[in-house]
């Protein structure tokens, strides 16, 4: 007993420091990408090709002085940046990495990702509230009106993944998509993975969405008064909210850890190429699509993507019952 | 005037998002090819004939100072008067001697028109363009540094000073006979092209049209 939940726990700390060290070059992805689509080269200084940014500007933001807006809600200002993180790294516990290599394989996988990412919306939204400054407020008002539409449009459109695979644990569900006709669930169902990919983007507040934090707008958003370590929290929140809203795409429509032939002493391979693939696609996205209006965005979530969503859960409830039973 | 309006969008090529798509496209091939960055301390700018860098008195192989006549007409010209002359007349021969010559680089637009203007083709503005200071006072320039700025400019391009000629000082594109003074350094025969006026003997190609080759004439 004792030997199995210290195995947890190196575990934990072992799939801590992987994602962690993913988050970092994740930002380090994200510069050169941008870069490259811009004709730049992004980072090139600190060591060869800028390999090294990534520690620069750990180190640099850990070093910062930790400012505090003296109107603040203190315990809720210091608050905010934790649960925004600690939402989003607990929703890695359920996700399978491969065959039987989850840290939680919990039967209710999907929902308790779906409300993480609702807990993680929750942080921004009490970090605009504590913040005490015009900026932040506006930007924690748009994020809850946001996180609130796009989460039920997300959630609609994996309803139709969970009617095909009939479970909710996500190893189930990868292993149902492996045993369907296509092998991955995105061709029968490309309605709800384009209403997801949009979700997606809108959920983790990224370009098109980032109207939370619209630099050009509201300086920072949410995060307008944090500062040094503290706005780095909200930082890797966000990131480590990608590469979780990424793993659930590869997991609920791109097949997750199978692939077209198996790798032996490597079998996460699979799943770590679709995740980088859909993180690249939300780089790709930011690099050329300009931002939303917030009435648009709104018009979009409502008017479009949850009535998608519906007509697709329909579609496939008539498809189950009469088609591929 | 004609405006051409954007073509209406089609229901399907909204519900495919055909111009998502196409920006996409267009952002994927921007990002596989070559990017324009000059990685600066490394690959430096490749410098043109006529860059106005870096203020300079050119030194007479001579004399060793500068040819600097005191006739002022760089100081009238400047635009944004960072030109301080300061000469003595002599009361005899009239002959005129410069007591300090200096230039505020801060203020400097480089134009180049006190280059243009220039009779004996002493100031210059040349192709340094890397002289940051800590100090203001490092861009007040005066004669001596003028004289040293020369040398340093002839020392890192290699250029052999008896024969730099900068373009500045025999401007291209105007008459001879309009400009000032008579000592000014001719150029080289491959800039004499495309019917400019370079040098004299140049208004009569001009007016039949033809493509003229200076030297002869």
């Known amino acids: 007993m004792v030997i199995e939940i210290l195995l947890t726990i190196l575990l934990i700390v072992v799939v801590f420091s992987v994602i962690m060290l993913h988050v970092a070059y994740a930002t380090y992805f994200e510069r050169k990408v941008i870069g490259h689509m811009q004709v730049r080269m992004g980072p090139m200084r600190v060591g060869p090709h800028g390999l090294l940014q990534p520690i620069a500007d750990g180190i640099k933001l850990f070093f910062k002085e930790d400012v505090f807006p003296e109107t603040a809600d203190k315990p809720t200002f210091y608050a905010a940046p934790i649960i925004c993180l600690v939402a989003a790294l607990t929703s890695i516990a359920v996700i399978p990495f491969w065959e039987g290599m989850a840290i939680s394989d919990i039967n209710i996988g999907l929902l308790f990702i779906l409300a993480m990412s609702s807990l993680a919306g929750w942080g921004v939204v009490l970090a605009g509230w504590a913040s005490n400054s015009k900026y932040a407020f506006l930007g924690g008002l748009r994020a809850s009106a946001q996180i609130i539409s796009y989460e039920i449009a997300m959630g609609l459109s994996i309803v139709g993944v969970m009617m095909m695979a009939g479970s909710l644990n996500m190893s189930e569900i990868v292993k149902a998509q492996a045993q369907s006709p296509f092998g991955i669930y995105a061709i029968p169902q490309v309605l709800g993975f384009f209403v997801f990919l949009v979700a997606m983007l809108a959920e983790t507040n990224r370009t098109p969405f980032d109207m939370p934090e619209c630099e050009s707008e509201l300086v920072a958003g949410y995060c307008t008064e944090y500062a040094g370590f503290r706005f780095a929290l909200f930082f890797l929140g966000e990131y480590v909210g990608m590469i979780v809203m990424a793993s659930v795409g590869t997991i609920c429509f791109l097949g997750g850890w199978t692939g077209p032939f198996e790798v032996p002493f490597f079998p996460i391979i699979w799943f770590m190429l679709k995740v980088y693939f859909l993180i690249f696609f939300f780089y790709w996205v930011r690099a050329t699509l300009p931002r939303y209006r917030y009435d648009q965005i709104m018009a979009l979530g409502w008017k479009v993507l949850i009535p998608l969503a519906l007509g697709n859960v329909i579609l496939t409830g008539i498809m189950k019952t009469f088609v591929w039973h | ?217």
């Open chain 2, 1 to 217: 005037m004609i405006i051409q309006y954007k073509k209406k969008r089609g229901w399907l090529g909204t519900v495919f998002l055909v111009e998502i798509l196409k920006g996409m496209g267009l952002t994927l091939r921007r990002m596989l090819s070559r990017s324009v960055t000059r990685q600066y301390p490394e690959e430096r700018p490749e410098i043109r004939i006529g860059f106005r860098g870096q203020h300079a008195l050119a030194r007479d192989p001579v004399t060793g100072g500068s040819r600097c006549v005191a006739c002022m007409r760089c100081a009238v010209v400047c635009p944004s008067r960072c030109i301080h002359i300061e000469y003595k007349k002599d009361e005899q021969t009239g002959v005129r001697e410069v007591q300090s010559y200096a230039i505020e680089a801060l203020r400097c637009i480089y134009c180049g028109y006190c280059e243009e203007v220039c009779p004996v083709n002493a100031v210059i503005l040349t192709e340094v363009y890397e002289y940051a200071a800590y100090k203001r006072d490092a861009f007040y320039f005066d004669e001596e540094q003028l004289l040293k700025n020369w040398d340093r400019f002839i020392e890192e391009s290699r250029y052999d000073p008896t024969k730099y000629v900068n373009p500045f000082w025999r401007p291209r594109g105007i008459d001879e006979r309009t400009l000032a003074g008579p000592r000014r350094r001719s150029v080289p025969d491959d800039w004499k092209m495309e019917n400019q006026w370079v040098g004299t003997g140049m208004t009569k190609s001009r007016k039949t049209g033809a493509r003229c080759d200076v030297g002869g004439h």
